[in-house]
């Protein structure tokens, strides 16, 4: 595969580790694959240059589901024959139960289930009620001290908690989060292009990792998907829901699909570091790892064409709604 066809890198802001552009995400996904079809996206995934897997134990709060998707991972991973330093793991810490069960014992029981020692990065987050930003910052610390992993990045957090994230850190001499991971699509727009969050992103003190950016796939056409799909800041999914027929025809007027619109669309944030998806099929990979060549083609165009798709305009940028 050439240069120009494998997935470019990127920085997760400073002092963040290196990774590819394009992420694949762990909820939902290889628990609903045959085995043998998931050791094969993983290696096909790593042969484009996709090294970044976003790997939970989803097992508290809203994703007390107790999954095994983490634990598939683990075993598809090995078995498509990738050493440890050839795929980056993008970790989760869990604020649901937290500081009752401590980023520790959450990494210790996360690692085992995987089957890895370390992450090279974790995201921590999001939660419904306010919790002590100090002390997250804190204990995160003791945990890249004790080599657990080397950078991290909040999910969702309120912008007032970013700041005093990125405030005390500085203060005390600690490791500051150095990428946001937000809802962003063409219709949820509000946080990653807001205010808030953009005066972190226009001075590099953050990157951003695009996340839900199908909208659990509706904006790619599945409208009423049958998989449990994430959260709905503004209540605005019904309106989504009629937004992939002006997505499939601004896609036909570009020769691509509704899905590598929507993932060029995020890459046009100058922010973006990072677009993480998940995928199911080995067609669903390939057809992501299609925008690639429309974006470098015609990225501001696409962009520009899906603009009047922002559907999230009255919904909080500061990340604060109500559930």
Same mark, same amino acid.
């Given at each position: 595969m050439s240069d120009t066809q494998r997935v470019p890198v990127r920085r997760l802001g400073p002092g963040g580790t290196t990774t590819s552009l394009f992420g694949l995400g762990s909820w939902n996904t290889w628990d609903r694959m045959e085995f043998g079809d998931a050791v094969a996206l993983i290696r096909a995934a790593l042969d484009a240059g996709v090294t970044l897997f976003d790997v939970a134990h989803y097992n508290m709060g809203p994703h007390a589901e107790q999954a095994r998707t983490d634990l598939i991972f683990g075993r598809a991973v090995r078995e498509a024959g990738a050493d440890r330093d050839d795929w980056q793991l993008c970790g989760k810490l869990w604020l649901w139960e937290y500081p009752r069960t401590g980023f520790r014992e959450q990494l210790e029981v996360s690692f085992e289930r995987v089957g890895v020692e370390r992450a090279e990065t974790v995201v921590v987050g999001d939660y419904m009620e306010r919790p002590d930003i100090r002390r997250i910052v804190t204990d995160v610390a003791e945990q890249i001290a004790a080599g657990r992993f080397a950078s991290w990045g909040v999910n969702n957090w309120i912008a007032e908690d970013v700041d005093l994230a990125l405030r005390f850190a500085a203060e005390e001499g600690l490791t500051p989060p150095s990428f946001a991971q937000l809802k962003y699509s063409i219709a949820r727009r509000s946080m990653a292009e807001g205010g808030f969050y953009g005066k972190h992103f226009a001075s590099g003190a953050l990157s951003l990792q695009a996340s839900d950016i199908f909208e659990g796939g509706i904006l790619a056409g599945r409208k009423f998907p049958e998989r449990k799909i994430g959260? $709905?800041?503004g209540g605005i999914r019904d309106a989504i829901r009629e937004a992939p027929d002006a997505v499939a025809r601004v896609a036909a007027d570009f020769g691509a699909t509704p899905g590598q619109v929507a993932i060029v669309f995020c890459l046009e944030h100058p922010a973006v570091a990072n677009v993480l998806f998940? #995928?199911?099929?080995?067609a669903q990979l390939e057809d992501n790892l299609g925008a690639l060549r429309l974006w470098r083609e015609r990225g501001p165009q #696409?962009? &520009?064409? /899906? &603009?009047?798709?922002? /559907? $999230?305009?009255e919904v909080s940028a500061d990340g604060v709604w109500t559930p």
């Open positions: 959260a $709905d800041p998940g #995928v199911s099929r080995m #696409v962009h &520009a064409a /899906l &603009a009047d798709l922002w /559907l $999230d305009r």
